[in-house]
């Protein structure tokens, strides 16, 4: 099976980023449909309990964090690239800005704003992920600080304003890239669930020309399909990750070894645990036996996770 599957909800900002992706490389996938909270019974059979969103599928291969589902992405469906004219490097760096310092900011800004109005479960789920384990006083100070989180996205919106001023059409060059798909979910977010995101973007006229030349992509080609599939296909499937270690890998990473993987910021998760199946520089794959599954390996990027041996 090589079709893709992506595991998403419509509101989720990461997701968008995968989706406007997808619409760039004007591919076809299909829409498998999650909970925004856990418990997430027909995601994280397939995950070893990962439940962050979105996750990929392509048969009994899962991509967790959009890190690694856009590299896989690339990898197997090269044109249009989205590292055109040799921006990998620079397009994965400035997503480390985007996907860190930039998104965290975006998601105090928009936590902060709702205040009370957010649903008790959801304020405790995405204020443990993103505020710590003492959320309600990190909710309380993003509300309390706005104003104060406000003019420091005012300030990063201005570095992609001039970037773009700069290089014309897209961040790294003539030709989008990774780092625009990046930097645009969290305009996405920002516009879209801050009240005050219109207003505040509108001071940036090469930003917003930008956000309209991304949303002109679209998001490809998806038709829902329904989980209970989803898990069939993968029953279905074995994996297609290969068998190979790294000899110059810091951590000693080589297949057969015992390990867990989980996000560098700890949200209280549950690992993922499971035999390397293969491991460079820029992903780890997992290959773990689920019951009523079989086989998968489940694949992490190495930026922004811990890989534990056991």
Known sequence: MSEILLHTYPASPVAEKVRTALGLKGLSWHSVEIPRLPPK????????????????????????????????????????????EGSFGLARALSRWTDGAFFDLAVKIVLGAAGEALPKDFAEDRGRLYLGPDWAAGLAAANTELPHLAAQARTQCGWIDEMLARTGSFLTGPAPSMADVAAYHVIWFLRGRWPDGPSLLAEFPALEAWEARIQSFGHGEATPLDADAALQIAAESEPTAPEAGDPNDPQGLTPGLRVSVNPDLDGGEQPTEGLIRFANRETVALLREEPGIGRVAVHFPRAGYKVTRL
């Open 41 to 84: 019974p027909k995601l994280t059979p397939l995950t070893g309990g990962y439940r962050r969103t979105p996750v990929m599928q392509i048969g009994a291969d899962i991509y967790c964090d959009s890190q690694c589902i856009l590299q896989e992405l690339d990898r197997r469906h090269p044109e249009p690239s989205l590292y055109p």
